[in-house]
């Protein structure tokens, strides 16, 4: 049973940087495209950005140029690197496949102040 466990969120102010973890016990990543997702408040889980390999990976409009999508397949983990964060990104973010495949984890809370 594949288990996804996210770390790495907190609070932050505008324009800080931050770091999220994802690791899937019982999932190669090497056989996957994993992906980032996030869940705002009031609205709908929404694609951040997806690695297809080490040099294929996709960002939603809103992230492109802040964020970085990153994996270790050797340690089974899905990374995030946040950059120039703004209060819009407040949300939990969580990961999973690209077609999401599997169930939720609890995921990771980032909150940015302005």
């Known amino acids: 049973q594949v288990h996804l466990v996210e770390s790495g969120g907190g609070l932050v102010q505008a324009g800080g940087s931050l770091r999220l973890s994802c690791t899937a016990s019982?999932?190669?990543?090497?056989?996957?495209?994993m992906a980032w997702f996030r869940q705002a408040p009031g609205k709908e889980r929404e694609l951040v950005a997806g690695i297809i390999s080490d040099t294929a990976t996709t960002y939603e409009n809103f992230v492109k140029g802040r964020f970085t999508i990153s994996r270790d397949v050797a340690e089974s983990t899905l990374l995030l690197q946040m950059n120039n964060l703004e209060p819009e990104d407040t949300a939990v973010y969580y990961c999973?496949?690209?077609?999401?495949?599997?169930?939720w984890g609890q995921g990771t809370q980032v909150t940015v102040s302005s």
């Open positions: 019982g999932l190669a990543f090497s056989d996957y495209h």
């Open positions: 999973n496949t690209l077609s999401q495949m599997y169930d």
